[in-house]
């Protein structure tokens, strides 16, 4: 599956007709955005929370490089490296760098969004490491050479008749007559098996959800473990991560995961945190030997004092996808991107660039929950008109759209003619409406496919508004 | 100039506003962490068992394990070896790391009542894969350990140093990556069994 953000439009007419998609799709409403409700519910005070993470991540943003260079001084005291990447490239070769020197052949790896926005496991696989994708939900899409459908629950998309299908065509040293139908079933095998894949592995790469300057610590959320077996079983561990993820301390992560878990997953806390500092202490018995980081730019710093800066604030809980109607209608894969849903459509075109993403912050109907959620108070749908300004600035505009915008100018800067044409175009939709509502308009037709409106009653605003002055 | 120079350079030439440290904070917290620790760990799926002191350890892992018709076999970190394992014959006991069926004792030097949660630094006594390699994992805490908030325990480590690895669990692993729905046991241990010692 290739992923072209420009493809949205066919994309999601696809999206839009396929039934066990439709299924999948029910399940943000009834799983991730009421657990999310009932946890923000128990909690208490989470605005006083959310400004508490705004404020921190804003903190954060404004030295982002006294704490990045904090950040590095701390883990190369600790004795870990730090690497910076410009771009994809760079990243991708520093990885296969360490990877060459560590002598590795195959690779564990903790879910990591950085690692598919580089497309990272293609040039290992090319460069004859193989990478293994150990959560669940990205081992499942990694099976079927699909890309992660959301940001946090990878096989969003998937009913556990796909899943049980792809492990019967991918495990082919099982018993194909074994029973596959119950979720538990599907988790054992996997789980038996990615546990070899752990044992054996040369190196693991993990993302990171917060770095903390301080003590030069990544800290990573995890639910299954995979990402601490990722880190401590293998002889290397890489942190492959973006370099906005940096905040001040610990204690500041400590406040952020209060916000990250109960809106990504309704959880007052995953079931695995962990303080990732370094390499293992010469007498310890486990832990990795070598710790390095990467840090990704690719695009980031040059969202910094732009419009955009504040989607920088994200710490990627997928909050604004879940409530998202958008989202809820096409599903991930139609964005052919990355980052997906609210967050993709106020991020791909700083990451990507506008000629690329503009179909995704038009992909909004701007009811503004995603801001309502959003536990950094990112206001995504500003920040989607910032692109859209950008969009219609570069000439990207449909022609439609410009031609329409263009009508409307000439008439709304001529008020006599305005007022005598709108005049009219309400005298034409009460003619053209049945039962008082319109259920048809020339080159609207799709439009009209699923709604109608109420038929103009009576005279114009400025007609009302004369009289009643 | 190098990626870094480069990097650093294009922050710099960005960075427009100046924001001030934020206030620092406090979460809402009840007024007893243990039983707040007992509530948000029974919630995230982990059995809690108050014993009354050390003594009753041994006992107390021999029933958990016969509860689920699970061999007397416990593996024990060297942080646990001195426990006084002879009051419980026939549980034997493993040095081993072990497997993914196995059963494992830890010693939780700290816990976190607002969320549940136990707190495990690495050591060479404790080694911190035991904590993803087990099937079972039987944790042991004081209740005195047992503090309010992730940042009580930060601050008591920052004290001496922090550990290569600091691990927090919650509840046993899980996943909701199929359908959404929980399912136990995903790559760490599908129980989690919490005593707490109360003298
Ligand atoms: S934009 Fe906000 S709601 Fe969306 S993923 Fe980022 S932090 Fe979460």
Redesign the interface.
């Known amino acids: 599956m290739t992923l072209d953000p420009r493809a949205f439009r066919e994309a999601g007419r696809a999206a839009l007709h396929d039934p066990s998609l439709r299924i999948?799709l029910g399940?943000l409403k009834t799983?991730?955005a009421l657990g999310r409700a009932r946890a923000v519910e128990r909690?208490?005070?989470w605005e006083?929370?959310r400004e508490?993470g705004r404020?921190?991540r804003?903190?954060a943003?404004?030295?982002?490089?006294t704490l990045?260079?904090e950040f590095e001084r701390n883990v190369v005291a600790?004795g870990g490296q730090v690497h910076?990447?410009?771009d994809a490239k760079?990243a991708r070769e520093i990885v296969l760098r360490i990877l060459r020197e560590a002598g590795a052949k195959s690779v564990t790896k903790g879910k990591s969004m950085v690692s598919e926005e580089i497309a990272l496991n293609p040039y290992l696989d090319a460069n004859g490491v193989e990478p293994v994708e150990?959560?669940?939900?990205e081992y499942?899409v990694q099976l079927r050479r699909e890309p992660p459908s959301h940001i946090i629950?990878?096989?969003?998309h998937?009913?556990?008749e796909d899943?049980a299908k792809t492990f019967r065509e991918a495990h082919t040293a099982l018993d194909p007559d074994r029973p596959l139908v119950e979720?538990?079933e599907?988790?054992?095998e996997?789980?038996?098996l990615?546990?070899a894949r752990?044992e054996s592995a040369d190196a693991g790469i993990t993302g990171a959800n917060f770095l903390t300057a301080e003590?030069g610590?990544a800290v990573l959320v995890t639910?299954?473990?995979?990402g601490?077996?990722t880190?401590?079983?293998p002889k290397t561990h890489i942190v492959l991560t973006g370099?906005e993820k940096v905040v001040?301390n610990?204690?500041?992560a400590?406040?952020l995961?209060?916000l990250l878990t109960r809106s990504a997953?309704g959880?007052?806390?995953?079931?695995?945190?962990?303080?990732?500092?370094?390499?293992?202490?010469p007498?310890?018995?486990?832990?990795p030997q070598n710790f390095h980081v990467v840090?990704v730019?690719n695009g980031r710093?040059?969202l910094?004092?732009?419009d955009a800066e504040e989607v920088l604030r994200c710490i990627r809980c997928a909050a604004c996808l879940n409530h998202c109607p958008i989202y809820a209608a096409v599903g991930g894969h139609t964005y052919g991107a990355t980052y997906t849903g609210p967050i993709g459509a106020a991020l791909n075109p700083g990451l990507m660039g506008v000629g690329v993403a503009h179909r995704h912050p038009n992909a909004s109907t701007f009811c503004g929950r995603c801001a309502e959620v959003c536990p950094v108070k990112i206001p995504l749908p500003t920040i989607m008109r910032h692109w859209r300004a950008r969009e219609y600035a570069s000439g990207l505009a449909p022609k439609s759209m410009t031609a329409g915008l263009g009508a409307w100018a000439f008439f709304a800067k001529r008020p006599a003619l305005y007022r005598f044409a709108a005049g009219i175009v309400a005298c034409a939709l009460k003619f053209l409406a049945r039962n008082g509502r319109v259920h048809s308009l020339p080159l609207l037709h799709n439009w009209f496919l699923v709604r109608d409106f109420p038929a103009p009653q009576g005279k114009t605003f400025h007609a009302l508004w004369t009289a009643r002055q | 100039m190098s990626a870094r120079e480069d990097i650093l350079a294009a922050i710099r030439a960005r960075r427009a506003k100046a924001v001030a440290a934020p206030p620092s904070y406090c979460a809402p917290a009840p007024p007893d962490s243990v039983q707040a620790f007992v509530e948000h760990a029974t919630r995230a799926n982990a059995e809690v068992r108050l014993i009354a002191n050390e003594t009753e350890i041994p006992q107390a892992v021999a029933e958990l394990l016969r509860a689920r018709n699970l061999p007397a076999i416990v593996h024990v970190p060297p942080n646990a070896s001195n426990l006084p394992w002879n009051s419980a014959p026939g549980l034997m006991r493993e040095r081993a790391a072990p497997g993914p069926e196995d059963a494992a004792v830890a010693i939780a030097p700290f816990g976190i009542g607002e969320t549940g949660t136990l707190a495990y630094p690495s050591a060479t006594d404790a080694p911190a894969s035991w904590h993803f390699r087990a099937g079972f994992e039987i944790a042991v805490i004081r209740a005195e350990d047992i503090l309010m908030r992730m940042e009580d325990v930060i601050a008591r480590l920052k004290a001496t140093a922090l550990p290569p690895t600091l691990n927090f669990v919650t509840g046993p692993s899980r996943t909701g990556d199929i359908e959404q729905t929980l399912e136990l046991g995903a790559h760490g241990p599908k129980v989690l069994a919490i005593l707490i010692i109360q003298d």
């Open positions: 999948a399940r799983h991730f909690y208490g005070d006083a929370l508490q404020a921190i804003d903190y943003l404004a030295h982002l490089d990045l260079e600790r910076w990447a410009r760079e150990t959560d669940l939900g499942i629950a990878p096989a969003f998937l009913n556990k899943v979720r538990t599907l988790v054992a996997a789980r038996a990615l546990r752990f003590e610590a639910n299954e473990g995979n601490d077996l880190r401590l079983l370099l001040a610990l204690e500041h400590a406040v995961l209060r997953t959880q007052d806390i995953s079931s695995y945190v962990t303080v990732m500092n370094g390499p293992r202490a007498d310890e018995s486990d832990g840090l730019d710093t040059r910094l004092g732009t």
